[in-house]
Structure formats: C-alpha cells, structure tokens
T-cell receptor, first 114, second 112 residues
Framework: DGGITQSPKYLFRKEGQNVTLSCEQNLNHDAMYWYRQDPGQGLRLIYYSQIVNDFQKGDIAEGYSVSREKKESFPLTVTSAQKNPTAFYLC?????????????FGPGTRLTVL | GQQLNQSPQSMFIQEGEDVSMNCTSSSIFNTWLWYKQDPGEGPVLLIALYKAGELTSNGRLTAQFGITRKDSFLNISASIPSDVGIYFCAGRNTGTASKLTFGTGTRLQVTL
C-alpha cells in the first residue's frame, strides 16, 4: 500500500522535553513537509524539504528542527524552545516535477504537552 | 505567513441541500486545490485546478478557478451526512516551488 504514515497517533510529553514525530512515505516523492494545525485554524508550514539532505524553514520554524537523511523519511523534533507545542501535526509529501505536484497528507499526530 | 480567506467559516445545512463556499486571496495563484479534513485525520485532496476559468467536477463536487486567479469556489450538490468535515482551499504560485498557502477552512455540518 502506497502512502504516508505518521507515528504515533497520540503523543504526550512533559514540558521541557524534546519529542520527535515520525513521518515516512513510500510514494517516491521528492518533497516532504511538516504543518502545524491549531483548533479552528488552517495549516501553517513549519519546515519543508525538496531533496535529501536539504530543508528550508517555513512560516513558524522557531522551536522545531528536522532532518532529511533518506528520501522516505522526514522526522520533526519539537524542542523545549517551542513555547506552545500542543497541537495537531501533519506531514505531507509531493513530487517536485511534472507540473502537477500536489501534496498528500498523512493521518497526523496529536501532541499534548503536560 | 499569509492565509487565504474562506467563506463561510461554518455552515449548517440539511441533507439534500446544495452547498457553496469560496476562497479569496490578495495574491495571484497558478494552482488552486480543495481538501477535506475529517476530525482527527489528515486532509484529503478533492479537486485540483490549474487554469484560470477552469471548472472541474469530482462526483457531487464542482470547483472553479476564478478568472482573476485570486479566488476559487467549491460547490457540493445534494449533500449527504458523510460530507461533514472541514473544507480547506489552498493556493500555489510557481514562484514558491511546491509551497502551498492554506485557507482558514469552512466547517460543514449536515443535519438529517
């Protein structure tokens, strides 16, 4: 089955701890993205990567870090520097060539910081 | 970062009714997309539009790419209970690679 997987579905952490969210895709997509969604709001871009070993900050990158060591994987670390980390986190992927580079989303991870 | 304006923010409709929602931007986009998100899940792509004036259907859904390239519309005909969810528009400009700008969402609730 081709798709995007995110794990875990629900995650609880104590304040001050770093936490890493997993995102894997087997669609052979070049680009991957991380978004944050707060209740009643749209999606805001945290980081994105268009190629292995390269990534760029999105609109709200402060307090987050990413790596892209493999094409299939784009983990997101929520650091203790993120002031309000409780949110729904969505990972997406897309092609980067051919003109029809639509983003497809994973099922999301709900992070709650206690 | 910019977010697109979606209207209405929420709507209650009866099963069988038609639904219309729209999305406007201060910037020109070359691609408009419409997604649906069920509670606690990731958004699912419904329709993609690539050309100004384009009208595209997907079952009971019809979307249009505005002539000015600054707006898009989504219509749902004969709504059913499973249409419940949040509908997001998203725009892309070729100058921003694959980055999308998302709308604020329209929450649709369907009553029997």
């Amino acid at each position: 089955d081709g798709g995007i997987t995110q794990s875990p579905k629900y995650l609880f952490r104590k304040e001050g701890q770093n936490v890493t969210l997993s995102c894997e895709q087997n669609l052979n997509h070049d680009a991957m993205y991380w978004y944050r969604q707060d209740p009643g709001q749209g999606l805001r871009l945290i980081y994105y990567s268009q190629i292995v070993n390269d990534f760029q900050k999105g609109d709200i990158a402060e307090g987050y870090s990413v790596s892209r060591e493999k094409k299939e994987s784009f983990p997101l670390t929520v650091t203790s520097a993120q002031k309000n980390p409780t949110a729904f986190y969505l990972c997406a992927s897309s092609m980067t060539s051919g003109g029809y580079n639509e983003q497809f989303f994973g099922p999301g991870t709900r992070l709650t910081v206690l | 970062g910019q977010q697109l304006n979606q209207s209405p923010q929420s709507m209650f409709i009866q099963e069988g009714e038609d639904v219309s929602m729209n999305c406007t931007s201060s910037s020109i986009f070359n691609t408009w997309l419409w997604y649906k998100q069920d509670p606690g899940e990731g958004p699912v792509l419904l329709i993609a539009l690539y050309k100004a004036g384009e009208l595209t259907s997907n079952g009971r859904l019809t979307a249009q790419f505005g002539i000015t390239r600054k707006d898009s519309f989504l219509n749902i005909s004969a709504s059913i209970p499973s249409d419940v969810g949040i509908y997001f528009c998203a725009g892309r400009n070729t100058g921003t690679a694959s980055k999308l700008t998302f709308g604020t969402g329209t929450r649709l609730q369907v009553t029997l």
